[in-house]
Every structure is written in C-alpha cells, then in structure tokens.
C-alpha cells in the first residue's frame, strides 16, 4: 500500500534499476548541478513525502530533498543519524539510506522495522505526509571504493540488511565494479525477509552475487537453510580468508557474538571492538 503516487527505487525492479543507475556512471561526469545536502556536525530537517507499507511492521520512507537535483551526498557503506523529541527528550538512531545518490536526486529513502518499544521507529511510522525528521550525517568508519577486493562475504541478521543492501547495489549496479559478494542473511520467518525479490532477482542477474537465505522457524517446503549462521555455514559458502577478503556483519548482538568467534576460528582477523576502515572483519 503506497500513501503517495511516487514509486520507490525498490518497486522498479532490477532491471529499471541497473539501466537507470548504469547511465548514471556513464554520464554523471557531464552533470555539474548536483548538490549535497548532508551536513556531518548539523542536524537539517527533510519531509516524508512518501510511505510505501511492506509489511505488518516494515515499511519503506522517502524524505524530499530541496531542491530536485540534490542528493544525500553519502559515501557507500556509511549512515545518517536521525534526532526527534519524544516525551520531552532528544532520541537519536544511525539508520542505513536504501537509496543511492546514482538513482535518487530528489530525496532519499529508509528501510525501517517498526518495534513496539523502539521510540524512534515508531515516531517515524506515525508521520504524516509533509511532518519531518532531522538528520546529518555521514557517519560510520567503512568506505568502499569499487574493486577494493575480489571478494566481500556478508553476514546479515533481520534489519542488518540495510547497510549490505547499499554496498551490492552499489557494486552490482556499477558496470566496472566486478568484486565478488556471497551474502549469508538471517531471518525469523519468510515473512520477515526484507528485501527478498530485490536480493533474489540480483543473484538471478549477476553471477558475482550469491544470496543464502537462514530462517529460525523455517516452514515444510523451504529450499533455502534452517536454523542460525554457525561456523559451518561460513565454511561451506565463504572462502578461505586472505588479504583480499573481507567480512561484514551486521544484526542481532547475538548473531554478531557468534559470527566474530567464528570468523576467527576460521583464519580472519579478530574483530576490533570499534570497527575501522580497512580492517578484515568489519561490524556496522
């Protein structure tokens, strides 16, 4: 259910995005309009100009931008920090845009899983069209550059997709990107599998994209994995770590606990307690 008549970049499949997005790089270099609106140490405000409802408690957000050439202005594997008052006190959350400056002049878009006591999402989720929320940014210490390595292994657990989805679309959408991803991602149920045809219709597309999808409660017909990303599970889909591999995670604390311990037993890097730009073992 769309509250608004834009369409999200995540409703125009694939194939509209790889084109639109593809054209981008080809011809950005004779656009000289653009425009950055994010400020890193300045809170700016933005409106919802569009809610796109996904599920019983996720649901896409598209905020406007001033003016329609401008764009976020964020670096691959980076995030916003947004601010509201609720209850008479300042409430700040590091969201992960969906969105990418190449496909959204204009505005930007959030992925967001509304939890009955997470105060910020659901602040969100009772905006009304035109109400807005305050942002800045970039935050976060990863930075992606196209081909950095020949194999990035991703290890997602519920809303800890969002930042992974950024960097394959990124690099999938990129026609000189040829770096090779394997995502391992994480979910209760079928029903909560965020992304799926977007993630699915990717590894149909690309043969340097691969998607292993885990379920907790997985139903009788299920053709994908059961049960929780364990140490084999990175043996039987990651490869052997080098210098030219590198491991993401991002989800539940105890998906991340167990995913570090894991790693390490296997040859990566012992993960940093503060993640930083370079390191093997990378957490958002």
Not at 36 to 55: G, T, Y
Not at 73 to 86: F, M, R, S
Not at 258 to 275: I, Q, R, T
Request: glycine share 8%; proline share 6%; aromatic share 10%.
């Amino acid at each position: 259910m769309s509250v608004s008549i834009f369409e999200s970049p995540l409703t125009l499949g694939v194939t509209g995005l790889i084109a639109g997005v593809s054209a981008y790089y080809l011809f950005s270099k004779f656009s000289n309009n653009e425009r950055k609106v994010l400020k890193k140490d300045e809170f700016q405000e933005f409106p919802l100009i569009q809610k796109v409802v996904l599920s019983k408690d996720s649901a896409i957000f598209r905020f406007g931008l001033p003016n329609p050439n401008d764009v976020l202005g964020l670096p691959i594997g980076q995030h916003i920090q947004i601010q509201a008052e609720i209850d008479g006190k300042n409430v700040m959350h590091s969201y992960t845009p969906t969105s990418l400056d190449q496909d959204s002049k204009g505005f930007f878009e959030l992925l967001i899983k509304v939890y009955p006591n997470g105060k910020l999402s659901t602040f969100i989720d009772n905006l009304k069209l035109g109400e807005k929320i305050k942002v800045k940014g970039p935050k976060g210490f990863y930075n992606y550059k196209p081909n950095m390595l020949n194999h990035i292994c991703m290890v997602a657990g519920g809303t800890g997709i969002t930042p992974m989805y950024q960097i394959i679309k990124s690099i999938l959408t990129n026609p000189i990107d040829k770096t090779n991803i394997t995502l391992l991602y994480g979910s209760q149920t079928e029903d909560d599998i965020l992304l799926r045809a977007e993630l699915d219709e990717f590894a149909s597309k690309f043969d340097n994209f691969n998607v292993i999808h885990f379920l907790d409660r997985a139903p009788e017909n299920w053709n994908g994995k059961s049960g929780y990303i364990n140490k084999d599970a990175l043996i039987e889909f990651f490869p052997k770590p080098n210098n030219d591999v590198q491991l993401l995670i991002c989800g539940p604390p105890g998906l991340v606990s167990s995913v570090k311990k894991a790693s390490n037993e296997l040859g990566f890097a012992k993960a940093k307690p503060v993640s930083k730009d370079g390191d093997q073992v990378f957490l958002f």
